[in-house]
């Protein structure tokens, strides 16, 4: 392992993953419940000084942060989250925050958009551009590589937000879309809490693995994966999180997905070769963290 160390930051809605490593992996890591921002950015700095007592020093830290998050460099706000409904974290600057604590550059992204880095570094997307990576838990998010980076817009790919049919014929208790926003959108009907209320159970994970809840899971999921295809033409979607650890949401998906294209995008890839398009992770639950750490590298001109 080269002598130079970065820090790695995967900040979630539940838990914070810190890391000191590089490009060739990981050195240490720790899990930090999110609570306040105060207490949460102090338990984070403290470990990432005493980490760097132990193992060395670091030249950067990368961010990849749950959201929305501002990414324009030109606005007084880049670097913060801006307006999550999570009580207290509203335009918390993390990026200013940790320049100042360790006067090291800070590189900055979306959560998903770390994970798609991560896993084109070294894990399922390797050598993929475009990439998507999709992530089905707690919410639904999406990141995107391409030309070798995270994509940036006006603001950043919110995909779990794309709007699709309701399922049809739903068996679910309560067959209503979850989205405080939207009637019809990826995320409020296939998120785990969504899920979990839409089927009436306490969490999705206690959903029987014959529950009619993961084939339409996977239907209402191919709906997304259509419409990412189609705009963006990815050469591979990896969908992680937890509600794909599912047994069939995958292979549903794949299955409706090419049901839903009708033969329409003609390459082998997609008709004969469904399960090295639509792909798990490679990293499992470490591309973000990874991500992060590839975020470091590039803020420190690696
Ligand atoms: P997060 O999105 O918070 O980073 P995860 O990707 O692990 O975390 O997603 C958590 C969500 O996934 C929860 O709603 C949980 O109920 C659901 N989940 C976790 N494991 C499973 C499983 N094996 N089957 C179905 N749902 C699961
Ligand atoms: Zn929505």
Do not use: H, I, Q
């Given at each position: 392992m080269s002598e130079l160390l970065q820090a790695g930051i995967e900040a979630?809605?539940?838990?914070?993953?810190?890391?000191?490593?590089?490009?060739e992996g990981i050195r240490?890591?720790?899990k930090i419940d999110t609570t306040t921002p105060g207490e949460t950015l102090d338990n984070v700095m403290d470990w990432l000084d005493a980490a760097s007592q132990e193992h060395g020093r670091f030249d950067a830290i990368g961010i990849g942060s749950f959201g929305p998050v501002e990414l324009d460099e030109n606005s007084a706000r880049y670097g913060s989250i801006t307006t999550?409904?999570?009580?207290?974290?509203q335009n918390v600057p993390l990026v200013r925050v940790f320049a100042e604590r360790f006067g090291v550059p800070v590189g900055f992204d979306t959560d998903v958009n770390a994970a798609a880095l991560g896993e084109h570094l070294h894990g399922a997307g390797r050598g993929i551009d475009p990439?998507?990576?999709l992530t089905v838990g707690t919410g639904v998010g999406g990141g995107v590589i391409v030309n070798g980076g995270p994509l940036h817009g006006l603001l950043h790919p919110e995909m779990g937000h794309l709007l699709i049919p309701a399922p049809r014929r739903s068996a679910a208790v309560d067959a209503e879309g979850q989205c405080p926003f939207h009637p019809s959108c990826l995320e409020g009907f296939i998120c785990g809490p969504a899920i979990a209320k839409r089927w009436g159970v306490a969490k999705a994970a206690d959903l029987p693995s014959d529950s009619p809840a993961w084939e339409e899971t996977g239907?209402?999921?191919a709906h997304g994966l259509v419409n990412i295809a189609l705009t963006l033409s990815p050469r591979r979607i990896i969908v992680g999180g937890g509600v794909v650890k599912a047994p069939g949401v995958l292979a549903s998906a794949r299955r409706h997905f090419q049901k839903l294209l009708n033969g329409y995008l003609q390459v082998p890839r997609i008709t004969q070769d469904v399960e090295n398009y639509i792909v798990e992770p490679g990293l499992g639950d470490w591309a973000g963290v990874r991500g992060a750490l590839a975020l470091a590298e590039r803020a420190a001109g690696g």
């Open positions: 979630g809605g539940t838990k914070f993953v810190v890391a000191l490593g590089n490009a240490d890591w720790e999550t409904p999570k009580p207290g974290w990439l998507v990576y239907e209402t999921l």
